[in-house]
């Protein structure tokens, strides 16, 4: 039977959509200026497991991998698998294969939040509260602004991009009153990279990103169900509008989470569902979990590539944009044909 | 179970809708008929609770439904609409499935009792062929079918349905009729169905409501409200009711 068959190739997709980021989890801890084994790697993180022998943990490798390493691959890997997620969810809650949290204005409300927060508080302060709190704001703006519209798919579009505008402007005026200092960190933090990761940053976010990364792929269901349109939704039992602003709000939390330690790093909520969606089919309790995995090793596998082949640090942010837009401006070509 | 309308006033869209009192009867197929832009599909809409009313109650079984949690109304009162457009395309078991969804709760998945709900479904209309196809490969007859599929997959006792023929050919209009005189009969359901063509009336439905400009023009047993003049009244369009093998037929 084709059904059977293709709910075998599915769960063999996801078997490796949970396991491929893994093992590249490894294969990333190798790589970079000073190259250490595959072996060594594992036997560094067995020793810090079961508290082994103190001069391999003091070693320089250790420290690198530890200190450095880890952190920055975990958080690509929480970043990937966040906005894909994220993308996943929004698009389906909104009908809308273009929407992302791009689109919607988030990245750059969490941007501003976040940024204003390193501005005006010190820098102990968790930037992921201020992160969130605007990037909240910007999705709530562009869709009161954009509801009652008679074509929603371009409504959305267009208020998302003034609002996007309106952030970017704040943003510029927060780097001309922030002191020189504070606007060079500003400056490489909004290109977007995971290069500054640490230890305290991810124990604020890493929470946050799993927390509603676990709620959302829960949702899975409901979100296929809020895919529908509002009438049928609401005759099937949803509380739709509850339940959507639910998937909105962890959406942007997840988001605000990644923008707030990493910076703006676009189109990956796009492209990763996409892909996803083309080879899994439509229904959410498989789109999102595959497009975790999906998502974060494609944003690990970028970081690899920029640490690997670029002698200075490249923004992830601009080559996930470099390839993100034309993708998009592919998908509104086929959009004009098959969406209204 | 029976429907209850009192004193009922929605708006929708810039229409408003007014129905002073209407019993619809159990067990049986009510058929709304009316002009275009008449009220039909704005009563559904407030009968299965998709819209809320300005004033006045709708009573399922005694309980008034804008007082019910939206789980429980859709374990009592499932909407079929006329179309469906997706934005995306699910296999049509799934979209099956969605029908329980009113049994689970936000962060569940359906369970094994869900999936044969809906497997029954699936083998009570014989959609075994289309289970694995995905629901924009559908012809609309097809569809049209899948949304009602969906509807019992809900199990509700009350089933609206949306001018469930509207645009289908004459094979496919037979078979959706003859299945809600099925659902009605065999499985007691509640059928209550807005109808474009009146000419299916008196094979389709036991009840007929005629619904003009928001308000209700008449109501009663098909067999003593067919009438030329009604219908004549109703269409603004003068008609004749003949008789031939025991059935009651349209000219225009």
Not at chain 1, 188 to 210: E, R, V
Not at chain 2, 42 to 49: H, I, V
Request: proline fraction near 4%.
């Amino acid at each position: 039977m084709t059904g059977s068959k293709s709910k075998n190739k599915n769960r063999a997709i996801l078997y490796i959509a949970i396991l491929f980021p893994l093992l590249l989890l490894f294969v990333s801890l190798c790589l970079g200026t000073l190259r250490v084994s595959l072996r060594e790697v594992l036997e560094i993180l067995l020793a810090r497991i079961s508290g082994g022998p103190a001069d391999l943990l003091t070693s320089p490798a250790a420290n690198i991998i530890f200190n450095i390493r880890l952190p920055r691959v975990l958080l690509a890997l929480l970043a990937g698998a966040a906005f894909s997620v994220s993308g996943a969810s929004l698009q389906s809650i909104f009908r809308n294969p273009l929407v992302n949290e791009y689109i919607l204005g988030v990245s750059f409300g969490a941007g501003f939040g976040a940024a204003a927060s390193m501005v005006l508080f010190s820098r102990n302060f968790p930037p992921q509260i201020l992160a969130f709190a605007c990037g909240l704001l910007a999705v709530v703006l562009v869709l009161a602004i954009s509801e009652g519209a008679r074509n929603t798919l371009v409504a959305v579009l267009l208020t998302g991009i003034i609002v996007s505008a309106l952030f970017q402007a704040l943003l510029s005026t927060l780097e001309f009153i922030a002191s020189p200092y504070a606007l060079q960190a500003l400056f490489f933090w909004l290109l977007g990279s995971f290069s500054q990761a640490t230890w305290p940053d991810l124990a604020w976010s890493a929470p946050l990103i799993l927390a509603g990364l676990v709620f959302l792929l829960k949702l899975g269901w409901r979100i296929n169900v809020l895919s529908l349109s509002d009438d049928e939704a609401r005759s099937l039992g949803l509380a739709v509008k509850r339940e959507r602003i639910l998937v909105i709000c962890l959406a942007t939390l997840i988001t605000s989470a990644v923008v707030a330690i990493a910076g703006i790093i676009g189109w990956v909520g796009l492209i990763v569902p996409h892909a996803v969606r083309g080879l899994v089919g439509s229904d959410n309790r498989l789109v999102l979990p595959v497009s975790a995995g999906l998502g974060a090793s494609l944003m690990l596998l970028a970081d690899d590539l920029i640490r690997t082949l670029f002698p200075y640090e490249f923004p992830v942010g601009i080559l996930t944009s470099l390839v993100g837009i034309p993708f998009f401006l592919y998908l509104i070509r086929r959009a004009r044909t098959s969406w209204s | 179970m029976q429907i209850r309308v009192e004193r009922l006033r929605v708006r929708y869209e810039n229409f408003e809708l007014g129905v002073d009192s209407l019993d619809f009867p159990a067990n049986r197929v009510s058929a709304l008929v009316g002009p275009n832009g008449a009220g039909k599909s704005t009563l559904l809409k407030a009968l299965s609770g998709v819209i809320k009313p300005v004033a006045g109650s709708i009573f399922v079984d005694g309980q008034e439904l804008a007082r019910l949690r939206g789980s429980d109304r859709a374990r009592l009162v499932s909407y079929v609409p006329q179309e469906h457009s997706a934005a995306l395309n699910f296999r049509v078991f799934d979209f099956i499935l969605m029908g329980r969804s009113g049994y689970l709760d936000i962060f569940s998945s359906p369970t094994r009792a869900d999936y044969q709900k809906a497997e029954e479904v699936v083998s009570y209309l014989g959609l075994e062929a289309l289970a694995g196809r995905r629901c924009q490969e559908l012809s609309s007859g097809e569809r049209r079918i899948v949304l009602i599929a969906r509807a019992l997959a809900q199990d509700s006792k009350i089933i609206l349905l949306d001018e469930p023929t509207t645009f289908l050919d004459l094979k496919h209009e037979m078979e959706i009729i003859n299945l809600l005189r099925k659902l009605a009969e065999d499985r007691g359901k509640t059928i209550i169905t807005s109808v474009h063509s009146i000419d299916l009336i008196p094979r389709l439905a036991d009840f007929l409501f005629m619904i003009k400009n928001g308000r209700i023009l008449a109501a009663g047993p098909t067999i003593e409200i067919f009438q030329a003049e009604l219908l004549g009244t109703l269409f603004d369009y003068p008609l004749r009711v003949v008789e031939a093998g025991g059935r009651q037929l349209i000219l225009r």
